[in-house]
T-cell receptor, first 113, second 113 residues
Framework: DAGVIQSPRHEVTEMGQEVTLRCKPI?????LFWYRQTMMRGLELLIY????????DSGMPEDRFSAKMPNASFSTLKIQPSEPRDSAVYFC???????????FGDGTRLSIL | AQSVAQPEDQVNVAEGNPLTVKCTYS??????LFWYVQYPNRGLQFLLK????DNLVKGSYGFEAEFNKSQTSFHLKKPSALVSDSALYFC???????????WGAGTKLIIKP
């Protein structure tokens, strides 16, 4: 079984540039979560989807952040324009129903210079 | 307010000794409790969960956790630690009102040979 697939694994870009992170959830999972992990703030939930519909985006830090899930097998997290403080590891996770474990991808390590 | 606390930033254990990683929670209603492990440069991996039933839950890699309702705790345990158990461990509880997980700050477990 393929797990959650994230791309790219690493991204280094200059501030002001647009960044797009991609996620392919596990087939059949109907929940998808985007997290950000930093040393200072730990693991933060940014947004989550149920059946491709955004349910709670209260964790999205600013309007510069946006997320979409056009279909059950693909989601994107976009930052435009990017800033150095956005540097973090971004994780995507998916799960089948609310009480089931979330399965995480290996993350995208984002560095904004 | 619903929350999860992992009171120890780091736990050091000698190989072969028993280990305990502590977690306490505060949540309305019946909690769904989870433990995850994170190895360097990887996503979080599910270890075990408690939803209902037996208070002692067994999970992956020989880990177990004990749900204690009166103490609102869900400590992770292993009878004999391995050097390969060294990693970052996260406790999480599902929010009662929706399907988000509330995450602890993580505990770094170091097993010394």
């Amino acid at each position: 079984d393929a797990g959650v697939i994230q791309s790219p694994r690493h991204e280094v870009t200059e501030m002001g540039q647009e960044v797009t992170l991609r996620c392919k959830p596990i087939s059949g999972h109907d929940y998808l979560f985007w997290y950000r992990q930093t040393m200072m703030r730990g693991l933060e939930l940014l947004i989550y989807f149920n059946n491709n519909v955004p349910i709670d985006d209260s964790g999205m830090p600013e309007d510069r952040f946006s997320a979409k899930m056009p279909n059950a097998s693909f989601s994107t997290l976009k930052i435009q324009p990017s800033e150095p403080r956005d540097s973090a590891v971004y994780f995507c996770a998916s799960s089948y129903s609310s009480g089931q474990p979330q399965h995480f991808g290996d993350g995208t390590r984002l560095s904004i210079l | 307010a619903q929350s999860v606390a992992q009171p120890e930033d780091q736990v050091n254990v000698a190989e072969g000794n028993p280990l305990t990683v502590k977690c306490t929670y505060s949540v309305s209603g019946n909690p769904y409790l989870f433990w995850y492990v994170q190895y360097p440069n990887r996503g979080l991996q599910f270890l075990l969960k408690y939803i209902t039933g037996d208070n002692l839950v067994k999970g992956s890699y020989g880990f177990e956790a004990e749900f204690n309702k009166s103490q609102t705790s869900f400590h992770l345990k292993k009878p004999s630690a391995l050097v390969s158990d060294s990693a970052l461990y996260f406790c999480a509880v599902r929010k009662d009102s929706n399907y988000q997980l509330i995450w602890g700050a993580g505990t770094k477990l170091i097993i010394k040979p």
